[in-house]
């Protein structure tokens, strides 16, 4: 999954960014609003974290915006306000969800697959192809009776083939949702990930499809 955090205190963005990259996901950080409508208006995020006090404005306007231009991805709103009211007027400008500061990081992440299950129709993280059962909170990949831990860029590449499953991603796109802006990745990159879970999927229903000059796509035999 690949987030993008808004928040203009560099210690705590640097904390949460820590965080989520140690879970395996990509993270891009912008400290002000133009930054961050510049990242949305280029990139493609699964998740936003969104403070509200920024230096070029309020977070409620580019919240606003993110919902007028029809952009469905989840935000999550870190706020030091507390009063029901303003949380109230949050969720109804678009928020998918909040959380007041100071906050623990773990309840944050916890949260932040909440909201990702909810985006995706699945209240559950365990997901059951076939004979292929794949838990993106623990890691585990289950092939046939057999628990396969997966190193973190293999669970998230995983988790991204699951969750579109039928389309196809090229290798550009592919390195564009699981790595930072600021990554330094080459597309051999995403071949040596995709071997790997080739090999972890070996003998079961799915499989992951090469389609020449297009890219990848996980299909299901079943």
Do not use: W
Request: with cysteine; aromatic share 6%; charged share 30%.
């Amino acid at each position: 999954m690949k987030y993008l955090l808004v928040e203009d205190n560099l210690e705590l963005a640097e904390a949460v960014s820590s965080r989520i990259r140690l879970d395996g996901h990509a993270v891009d950080h912008a400290a002000k609003i133009a930054d961050a409508t510049a990242f949305v208006d280029t990139g493609e995020y699964d998740l936003i974290l969104l403070d509200i006090m920024l230096p070029d404005g309020d977070g409620r306007t580019f919240l606003k915006q993110h919902r007028d231009r029809k952009n469905l991805t989840p935000v999550i709103v870190l706020t030091a306000r507390s009063q029901v009211s303003d949380r109230i007027g949050l969720l109804d400008l678009g928020a998918d969800d909040y959380l007041t500061k100071p906050f623990d990081h773990a309840e944050l992440q916890a949260r932040c697959r909440a909201v990702l299950r909810r985006n995706a129709g699945s209240a559950q993280s365990v997901q059951t192809i076939g004979d292929v059962e794949f838990d993106a909170v623990s890691g585990h990949l289950r092939v046939n009776g057999t628990i396969i831990d997966l190193r973190n860029r293999e669970l998230r590449l995983l988790e991204l083939l699951i969750g579109n499953k039928g389309q196809v991603f090229s290798k550009q796109k592919l390195v564009d949702r699981l790595f930072s802006y600021d990554d330094d990745v080459s597309e051999n990159a995403i071949e040596v990930y995709i071997g790997r879970l080739r090999k972890h999927l070996e003998g079961s229903e799915v499989r992951i499809v090469t389609l020449r000059g297009l890219g990848y796509r996980l299909d299901h035999d079943g």
